[in-house]
């Protein structure tokens, strides 16, 4: 689950509040997962709807756009720390068109295989037609998925403590440099596009990370939105303030073929990049270094959780010179 | 999830096989609900996705829409006869809108409350205007919805038997009707038109009804397509046949007031109905017609379940003379 606040302030005063008790106990309501209790199962759930033109360049190969709709999501199975087991696909389609699907189904089942979450259910609409795309191109996805999580367990916003360090899985901002060159803001050499382009097509999401943290870290989020966006939700649910250092923020030897102030926008502020942003105490860094390795996943330490008593902004990114860093947006907002 | 043949064909494919085994044990895959064992819990999901335009008139108002959409959902729930407990909504809108969402708030927020359905996740994206709606309206929702089980139990399509009776419950045919009206086809008195219109904006699920059949009922579905091609599915589901009654089939007064054509249009191929069609050996009757009392709803015998043997077509309907009534359409496709 994506959750701009801009986009979702009016639903959310919907939800059932932050943890519902009843015949299923629930946490993590508008969190990237909602965690449920099912008599002596735990079960983590997310929903995420995407579509042509939003999400994805109308002229998209369709495997690409079925593969990264469920990456999406496992990614936020992978921010709880649960194991993908099943998912739930509905298509808003303008035509029926087999081609198209089928195409589409290749993709999706490629992840849906070598994740080890099933296609469960499923449902095709017909939906209007999107003015510039592929009159053939389905205009609208939603994704349910499932996964399991051990009894009592499973990661959140809502635990980081000052002194935890800040991780950061992978590399960020590849995906937004990638769509930058696409809509011909930025250049970039046709190898270094190339290598960013995959990022932006076909996410990795880091459900084996995420597992091996589920004893380990205090906090997780996936990056959707931005890596400032989404580790400020971090910080309001967990009611603390966080250091960041500039250098250290991960980034891709493409990423840094472009200028520094491309590299900051990108990595900081683009998002769609399905990594994890996690904090954790330094008391386990080994621990977080051999998850890493175990799930073949770089991982590198990005800053630290402060508390929440000073009175300057809630994140401050840093530089090597000392100065804070200025952002460039508030992050992706597709209403913006 | 409705699942018309047509629209289906290319990702049904895809589908996990019927019963899918593994950590989670599934079955009733491309049923109304997916059924799952997780540890010692049952549960039943389902996911569908109504477009502005499609599923609902321009015009509809927000807060009907809302009912609505969650209101097909538990459908499919109590036809697993499942009891709902949490579901998870996904809206696409052309442009942020908070009065329209607060409105189609209100609605889905008041059947959430009366069913015990929590909304426990969602997400909010942009999507394209449709040409024709108001600008304002979100384009196009998905809901999933989960439900209780006990303990290897569930309701799904494939257990009817030779010598089954075939229920129906409420009556069918009058959303139908009111659509008829509203795109000018159909001639109808301003009084009957509201009882119909009722029907058409706000369907009230059968969940009570679908919880009490679970140890009554050989198979069930919801009628979504239409009873004639609802009714094929649990036929071909079941390899078995049908004979039906056309003077059986529950109407509403409103609807007795159309001409007769209109009434076996409406009912048997119109759709939109969301009542259940379900089968149970006749030593159940009593039985049924006493969950029909406790749960406030019509239960109408309307015919009997076939072997499969002989050769002539798997539903047949019958009116007073003996002569089989000739359906106006094979139901409700979107792409039709």
Not at 67 to 88: I, M, Q, T, Y
Not at 152 to 172: C, E, H, N
Not at 224 to 239: K, P, Y
Not at 297 to 306: D, K, P, S
Request: charged content about 25%; proline content about 6%; some cysteine.
């Amino acid at each position: 689950m994506s959750e701009n606040g801009g986009e979702f302030s009016i639903i959310d005063r919907f939800f059932s509040s932050g943890e519902a008790t009843g015949p299923w106990f629930c946490k993590g309501v508008g969190d990237d997962c909602a965690i449920i209790d099912i008599g002596a199962s735990r079960i983590a759930v997310t929903i995420d709807m995407l579509a042509m033109g939003t999400h994805f360049l109308p002229d998209a190969a369709p495997e690409d756009v079925g593969f990264k709709a469920l990456a999406v999501n496992l990614s936020d199975l992978a921010a709880a720390g649960a194991v993908p087991r099943a998912f739930f696909l509905s298509i808003g389609l303008p035509k029926k068109d087999d081609g198209w699907v089928s195409r589409f189904s290749r993709g999706l089942m490629e992840l849906s295989r070598r994740s080890g979450c099933a296609l469960l259910g499923g449902d095709t609409v017909r939906t209007p037609r999107i003015p510039k795309a592929d009159e053939n191109s389905p205009a609208v996805f939603s994704i349910t998925a499932m996964g399991d999580l051990p009894k009592g367990m499973g990661l959140t916003r809502g635990g980081a403590r000052p002194g935890d360090d800040i991780w950061v899985s992978g590399t960020l901002g590849d995906a937004y440099a990638a769509l930058k060159y696409r809509w011909g803001h930025w250049a970039i050499a046709p190898k270094a596009f190339e290598q960013l382009r995959v990022r932006m097509d076909r996410p990795e999401p880091r459900n084996a990370l995420g597992r091996l943290l589920l004893p380990i870290a205090t906090a997780a989020i996936d990056v959707s939105d931005g890596f400032a966006q989404d580790l400020t939700h971090v910080l309001e649910r967990s009611r603390v303030k966080a250091r960041v250092d500039w250098d250290s923020v991960p980034r891709s030897e493409a990423l840094r073929s472009l200028p520094e102030e491309q590299q900051k926008e990108a990595s900081l502020s683009g998002g769609d990049d399905y990594e994890l942003v996690f904090t954790a105490p330094p008391s386990r860094r080994r621990e977080i270094f051999e998850a890493g390795i175990a799930s073949d996943t770089l991982v590198t330490r990005v800053g630290t959780i402060l508390p929440l008593e000073s009175s300057d902004s809630a994140l401050t990114i840093y530089d090597a010179t000392g100065g804070a860093v200025a952002l460039k947006s508030e992050g992706f907002d597709h209403f913006a």
